[in-house]
């Protein structure tokens, strides 16, 4: 059983940056891979950026070249960078994990955290 508890969100204006962080637990969290997902009002949740424990990780088109995913195994936190913050980066940012390679579809993550908002203003 893996729990995740995601912090870092915040209000920001437009151009600036946050770092989320998602804490997980359990003895085997290293072997998992983590996924970053969002969801604004009254739209579908979506994919923002997963890695696995190795291997090139993956970003949605939108957030390409602006947010960056990063594992500290000591600490069994995964982090999202995000930098050049737009006004429809606006939404609840959900970290997720499953014990197997790195997908962008919310249905194959078993374990979610309970989020954290990300307002940025423009």
């Known amino acids: 059983q893996v729990q995740l508890v995601e912090s870092g969100g915040g209000l920001v204006q437009a151009g600036g940056s946050l770092r989320l962080s998602c804490a997980g637990s359990g003895r085997t969290f290293s072997s998992y891979t983590v996924g970053w997902f969002r969801q604004a009002p009254e739209k579908e949740r979506e994919f923002v950026s997963a890695?696995?424990?190795?291997?090139?990780?993956y970003y949605a088109d939108n957030v390409k070249g602006r947010f960056t995913i990063s594992r500290d195994f000591s600490k069994n936190t995964v982090y999202l960078q995000m930098n050049t913050l737009k006004p429809g980066d606006t939404a609840v940012y959900y970290c997720?994990?499953?014990?197997?390679?790195?997908?962008?579809?919310?249905?194959?993550?078993?374990?979610w955290g309970q989020g954290t908002q990300v307002t940025v203003s423009s």
């Open positions: 890695g696995g424990r190795l291997g090139t990780p």
């Open positions: 997720a994990a499953r014990y197997s390679s790195a997908v962008r579809t919310t249905r194959d993550y078993p374990y």
